[in-house]
């Protein structure tokens, strides 16, 4: 019981001294925002990196969610409510809560385990150590361009995601549900609140800021040669999609309370 105890304190310690290094991490990058436009091209390479080269798994994977989405809809509304309230309960959900983090989980799979690959690899083969060496800060030239091609790419992947798992909804509602596009539409259009949409793009924001920082503090802390690299890459989407998760009830309650 004693050993249990001292494991778990131990763990407890361990947790907080991580997150007082991922703070120091985001502060050191805040340091550097002031040299964005020297490191633009660094900046412009992950954006087309984490964004543009994700472009088509979160197309496939928003167009089958709103196409779910639609009959999940139908079936919860059916004896309930008319479906032509259909547009309306799926738009809401797909623009709050489904593309939102749907995008932030696929994005720390393919882009945060990405992230801590990369710098775990350099970390253990000491390149990093040859940054420091010709005095270029890691945080700047690795870690910085992440973070800020994540919380500008991310929003725009999810507004993306959101506009072709509407568009599945539809498709689904006017081949299998008899549902008119007017009908579908109107639905969507009487019901909207502009808190839902900026609620939704706000979160990704912090999606792909946690994702990025993580991805980074995990890769720079990185050892143990090519099994340490595996284990931060699992480490690294794990608890990326926690952390989303967290973040999603937390701001969830704030935006909606």
């Not at 994700?54 to 919860?76: K, R």
């Not at 870690?143 to 500008?152: G, K, L, Q």
């Not at 946690?210 to 991805?215: A, D, M």
């Amino acid at each position: 019981m004693i050993r249990l105890l001292e494991k778990f304190g131990r763990s407890i310690m361990n947790m907080f001294a991580e997150l007082g290094e991922i703070s120091m991490l985001l502060f050191g990058i805040f340091r550097f925002f002031p040299q964005i436009p020297r490191s633009r091209r660094l900046v412009l390479y992950q954006m087309e990196h984490i964004g543009v080269n994700s472009v088509p798994l979160v197309l496939i994977i928003a167009i089958f969610t709103g196409a779910v989405a639609a009959w999940q809809a139908a079936y919860q509304l059916k004896g309930i409510a008319p479906l032509s309230f259909l547009g309306a309960a799926t738009s809401r959900a797909i623009i709050t809560e489904l593309g939102p983090v749907l995008t932030g989980i696929v994005i720390a799979g393919r882009v945060g385990a990405s992230i801590a690959a990369e710098l775990g690899t350099m970390k253990v083969t000491e390149q990093i150590d040859a940054l420091e060496t010709m005095a270029i800060s890691p945080v700047r030239f690795l870690a910085m361009p992440r973070f800020v091609a994540s919380i500008i790419m991310l929003p725009i992947l999810a507004l993306l995601a959101n506009v072709i798992a509407v568009l599945g909804a539809y498709l689904v509602s006017n081949y299998f549900l008899n549902i008119s596009m007017a009908v579908f539409f109107e639905s969507v259009k009487r019901y909207f609140l502009p808190i839902d949409f900026f609620s939704g793009l706000v979160k990704t924001v912090f999606f792909g800021a946690t994702t990025s920082l993580i991805g980074c503090h995990i890769g720079l802390r990185t050892t143990g040669g090519a099994e340490g690299v595996g284990l931060s890459t699992i480490r690294s989407f794990v608890l990326s999609a926690i952390s989303i998760l967290i973040l999603d009830y937390v701001l969830w309650t704030l935006f909606f309370n």
